[in-house]
């Protein structure tokens, strides 16, 4: 796996999807008037900045430099778990979005847990950087899957369930 390639795609993904999602927040300005909304809002932007944070972090110190990128990690899951949990504390029943919230806020525990001790990444056979790579995607794919259920009116805070 080549990881500088990897993270610069996987970056670059993630800042194209918070532009994408700022532009679908900017068709719904009624969002950002009920703190409700504009908390899940925020939690789905960042979602998609942290990870893209994180991918640029990886780029900057590789596997030369492992230690930037394992601070920001550190640092990076630790805002996001916070967050995910505080969004996870407010949820309003629906048991789809509470449980991806709640495996976010996992992911993003995991992910910390990896850049603060490497060498747990060896017995899964691979790298450290690989193992946080594959936590992204899983963490991305968990942020794709809150945003169609946002979407679809079924998380909404203004919608039935």
């Given amino acids: 796996m080549d990881v500088s390639t990897f993270y610069a795609l996987f970056s670059t993904t993630c800042f194209a999807l918070v532009g994408l999602w700022w532009n679908v927040v900017q068709s719904h300005?009624?969002?950002?008037?009920d703190p409700a909304l504009r908390r899940?809002?925020?939690?789905?932007?960042l979602s998609f900045l942290l990870p893209?944070?994180?991918?640029?972090?990886?780029?900057?110190?590789?596997t030369e430099q492992p230690q930037i990128w394992r601070t920001a990690f550190i640092v990076l899951s630790v805002i996001g778990c916070v967050c995910t949990?505080?969004?996870l504390a407010g949820a309003r029943g629906d048991h789809l979005i509470t449980w991806q919230q709640a495996a976010a806020a996992l992911l993003y525990a995991l992910i910390a847990v990896v850049g603060a001790f490497p060498e747990l990444a060896g017995h899964a056979g691979l790298r450290p950087i690989q193992t946080e790579a594959l936590m992204l995607i899983l963490l991305i794919t968990l942020a794709h899957a809150l945003v169609w259920r946002y979407m679809a009116g079924e998380g909404r805070a203004d919608e039935e369930t």
């Fill in 29 to 33: 300005t009624d969002w950002m008037r």
């Fill in 40 to 45: 899940v809002v925020g939690g789905i932007y």
């Fill in 52 to 62: 893209a944070l994180m991918g640029l972090f990886a780029q900057v110190g590789g």
């Fill in 85 to 87: 949990l505080r969004l």
